[in-house]
């Protein structure tokens, strides 16, 4: 349900509009309901400015992405989920929420201007945790494989099949999961992480004739494509001559972790090789570096937020310890892995305040407005919650609409 003209009725009010009329303010402090949350954030993507919006947890994103596409375009709303898996446990991520995480990045950097999935976006939602974590620079200029109907494509089928193997997509008899393809004749199968269904590119010769979903199950075809296939890659560690060249030589010097390193060397992607992203790769990078100098940081209940990144800086400091102190020979770390670290927030915050970005609060908490020249209370409150008493609900409705 679009809800979108609330949007010009709620900007109206006095404070919020004299907010929104300084988006480029290095600090401000909105004490505001959880329930305008969307609407403060919508406001100033109005204003021209890429908005980070960060909430404590996964689900608050999921929920406020939802809300915030009742207010605005749905399309112009990404969200960035953050790992399943510590920085540097050897565990890598599931294949979709990489998948998804660089179309985001792909939008920012390249935003598609034929499909409103791929176009700009104007507000990404993110948990703190995603901002948190350093990241492989240049993420959002890894190229997805795009295909569509009518399309000839340069070098053939072969060509496009190298091109799944090099960003990470695994070759296999039949598609099941994300992050796999399968060729049978003139017949390409690819599952991209970020659709719910895999695509079936049927092609003649070198020329694209039809794109399609199908399912899993039965490998049944599903309707048609509309915006072809668009396939963004499956790891944040791509295997490039550059990485190989330097596993291969982090195996020689430690033969400890050749069960590993080898595999990487070989071009062969491994569980857990993203845990070696700060000595295979040139530098790591945060999460706001990508957003461009016309954005902006909101940080969505800083109390609750505050609370979980302190408690992931302290679990991610203590795996990292104990896994490594156990790993290696005397109690000392084979190979330091601190970079790729969980950021503490104020690190976060003091980077932004170095590269130019806005950073704004919204708490539910009233400020002092006269003790502090950054906050601004606005004249709102939190909604009755009913909680199953339908009939004081509709009651409520109907003096409302009277």
Do not use: N
Request: glycine share 6%; charged share 25%.
């Amino acid at each position: 349900m679009q809800l979108s003209g609330l949007l010009d009725l709620v900007s109206s009010d006095p404070s919020l509009a004299r907010a929104l009329q300084a988006p480029t303010a290095a600090s401000l402090d909105l004490s505001a309901p959880a329930g305008l949350r969307p609407f403060v954030l919508a406001g100033l993507a109005r204003q021209g400015r890429t908005v980070l919006a960060v909430t404590a947890t996964g689900r608050e994103a999921e929920d406020l992405v939802d809300a915030l596409g009742s207010v605005m375009d749905p399309h112009r709303v990404a969200l960035f989920p953050s790992w399943e898996t510590l920085p540097h446990e050897r565990l890598s991520p599931r294949a979709d929420t990489v998948g998804r995480r660089l179309a985001v990045l792909r939008r920012l950097a390249h935003p598609s201007s034929d499909d409103p999935a791929t176009g700009p976006v104007d507000v990404v939602v993110a948990p703190v945790r995603s901002i948190q974590q350093p990241q492989v620079p240049g993420l959002g200029d890894l190229e997805p494989v795009e295909l569509r109907p009518g399309q000839d494509i340069d070098g053939g089928l072969d060509a496009v099949v190298r091109r799944l193997v090099d960003i990470s997509y695994a070759r296999v008899e039949l598609v099941e999961k994300r992050g796999e393809f399968a060729v049978r004749g003139g017949i390409l199968d690819v599952f991209p992480p970020t659709e719910e269904h895999p695509v079936r590119v049927e092609l003649w010769g070198d020329t694209v004739e039809e794109v399609r979903f199908f399912k899993v199950s039965d490998q049944r075809s599903l309707h048609v494509a509309e915006h072809g296939l668009w396939a963004p890659p499956c790891r944040e560690l791509l295997l490039t001559p550059q990485v190989r060249a330097r596993a291969k030589a982090l195996a020689a010097t430690h033969p400890e972790l050749a069960d590993i390193l080898d595999k990487v060397a070989d071009g062969t992607p491994v569980e857990g090789m993203e845990a070696f992203a700060p000595v295979l790769a040139d530098e790591l990078r945060l999460l706001i570096d990508e957003l461009g100098p016309d954005a902006s940081v909101v940080v969505c209940d800083p109390e609750k937020v505050r609370t979980r990144a302190h408690d992931l800086v302290r679990t991610s400091q203590e795996f990292l310890d104990a896994s490594w102190s156990t790993a290696a020979v005397g109690g000392v770390a084979p190979i330091d892995l601190g970079a790729a670290a969980y950021r503490t927030l104020v690190d976060v915050r003091d980077h932004a305040a170095q590269i130019g970005l806005p950073w704004w609060t919204v708490t539910p908490f009233t400020a002092d407005e006269d003790l502090e020249d950054d906050a601004v209370v606005l004249a709102a409150q939190q909604a009755t919650a009913y909680r199953g008493e339908t009939d004081r609900a509709v009651q409520d409705l109907r003096g409302w609409l009277a």
